[in-house]
């Protein structure tokens, strides 16, 4: 098999299901998708690792098919990062600009991030990001890439993402004792805002919400940049949860009925419309109507939504999400989450597929392949940030300064 170099890999360790993505960097500079690896994963609760054995297996049985698949043999990995322990809070940090040199160069721009870093910390918890939003110059504030610019006093706002040290080094243990060095850790959101929004919804102001299977993540973008995250801790589980009891039926059972028929609202429904259900203990099959389905499934969404709402008007974000919302996860392949969402903020809303990338595309795209496949694509970034000349456009320079401080806090 041939080893690595240009591929780039990811692995998402998510509480359903674990998944590594192989990507092969073109010449013209995209990313193709040239192998997938999928195991169920059992070893996780909330995002969290509460068994290293389970996870580490899981782990090893997706890494080998997606080197089966891709012909090469993988040794080194970029990690996703979720769970409740995750913080995330902006802070800022302020330089003086020597007199002697005169213009902003990049190690003032490094020096500026680095004091934004809360100094701290509480025990067992580490940085994860350090993320820059925007700069300021003296009196002029608003800047994105001060580089060249003359000043005194060099301003920084960034959002400094934070988890437990614990979890994270359980995380790393495990991808390790399955044979894979760590090229990087990534938040989940992070990578999830890679592989789905645009850099329009990015600038403009963006939710994004992950619905996977035991959480809810939140971030909001604006200006090009994460300002806020949050856990929101209800996921597809809770889904599958209604169902076993209002349809009296088993938790597996219940799952299956979920991706077959998992729909949210009426509309969606062919009138008299039935599905068959087992029963618990028992082989015998009722048919029953769909909508019963809808009357379970709604409410939850509409909770989902209501708690998704909350939280951005707690944290300010109200006004700021012109864009609307992105839907991502596996639970976003519930029939009707979208108008719930639209109902519920009165903006407009999308389900967030994978985006930017070749290869493979029919097989990942879907919104529970967004996390895998923003970590290749950050994976990617990350390695053009040592590399490539800046050019003018914003992004870019926002993407690098993502590679530069995410390689200098691994
Ligand atoms: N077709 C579908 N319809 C409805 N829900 C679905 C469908 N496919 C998957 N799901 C649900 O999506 C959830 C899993 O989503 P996802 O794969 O994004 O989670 P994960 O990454 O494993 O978990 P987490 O991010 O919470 O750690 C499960 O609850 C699953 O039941
Ligand atoms: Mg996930």
């Given at each position: 098999m041939a080893k690595q170099d240009k591929y780039i890999v990811g692995v998402d360790v998510g509480t359903s299901k674990i998944c590594v993505v192989v990507g092969e960097q073109k010449p013209d500079g995209g990313l193709d998708v040239i192998g997938i690896g999928?195991?169920?994963?059992?070893?996780?609760?909330?995002?969290?690792?509460?068994?290293?054995?389970?996870t580490v297996e899981g782990i090893r049985k997706a890494t080998d098919d997606a080197e089966l698949m891709a012909g090469i043999e993988i040794s080194k990995v970029f990690v996703g990062v979720a769970g409740n322990h995750i913080k995330g809070f902006n802070s800022r940090g302020v330089?003086?600009?020597?007199?002697?040199?005169?213009?902003?160069?990049r190690d003032d721009i490094k020096r500026v991030i680095e004091a934004a870093r809360p100094a701290g910390m509480p025990a067992d918890s580490e940085i994860i990001h350090v993320l820059p939003q925007e700069f300021r110059v003296d009196d002029h504030d608003g800047i994105v890439d001060p580089t060249g610019?003359?000043?005194?006093?060099?301003?920084?706002?960034?959002?400094?993402?934070?988890?437990?040290?614990?979890?994270?080094?359980?995380?790393?243990?495990?991808?390790?004792?399955?044979?894979?060095?760590?090229?990087?850790?990534?938040?989940?959101?992070?990578?999830?805002?890679?592989?789905?929004?645009?850099?329009?919804?990015?600038?403009?102001?963006?939710a994004l919400i992950d619905i996977g299977a035991g959480t809810t993540n939140l971030s909001i973008f604006e200006r090009g940049s994460l300002w806020h995250t949050a856990v929101i801790p209800v996921g597809g589980y809770n889904f599958t949860n209604d169902i076993a009891i209002g349809l009296r039926t088993p938790i597996p059972e219940a799952e299956k009925i979920k991706k077959k028929y998992g729909c949210v609202l009426s509309n969606y429904l062919e009138p008299d419309a039935v599905l068959e259900v087992s029963g618990v203990g028992s082989d015998k099959v009722r048919m029953v109507p769909q909508q019963l389905l809808v009357n379970i499934l709604q409410p939850r969404a509409e909770e989902l939504m209501e708690l998704v709402h909350q939280e951005i008007g707690r944290a300010?974000?109200?006004?700021?999400?012109?864009?609307?919302?992105?839907?991502?996860?596996?639970g976003a392949l519930l029939t009707g989450i979208t108008e719930i969402a639209q109902l519920e903020f009165d903006l407009p809303a999308r389900i967030g597929k994978p985006m930017g990338i070749g290869g493979l595309v029919d097989v990942v795209s879907s919104p529970a392949y967004a996390t895998a496949i923003g970590l290749i694509k950050f994976g990617q970034l990350d390695q053009e940030s040592g590399i490539r000349q800046r050019d003018t456009g914003v992004r870019r320079f926002v993407d690098k300064l993502k590679g530069i401080f995410f390689t200098d806090y691994i």
């Open positions: 999928m195991s169920d994963s059992f070893g996780l609760k909330k995002g969290v690792v509460v068994s290293l054995e389970k330089i003086g600009i020597s007199q002697k040199q005169n213009e902003i160069n610019m003359t000043g005194r006093r060099l301003e920084v706002n960034a959002h400094i993402v934070t988890g437990s040290s614990t979890a994270i080094q359980n995380m790393l243990v495990c991808v390790n004792r399955a044979g894979l060095a760590v090229s990087g850790k990534v938040l989940v959101q992070k990578a999830n805002a890679e592989a789905v929004l645009t850099d329009d919804e990015q600038g403009m102001g963006v300010g974000y109200e006004g700021v999400i012109n864009a609307g919302l992105v839907i991502t996860g596996g």
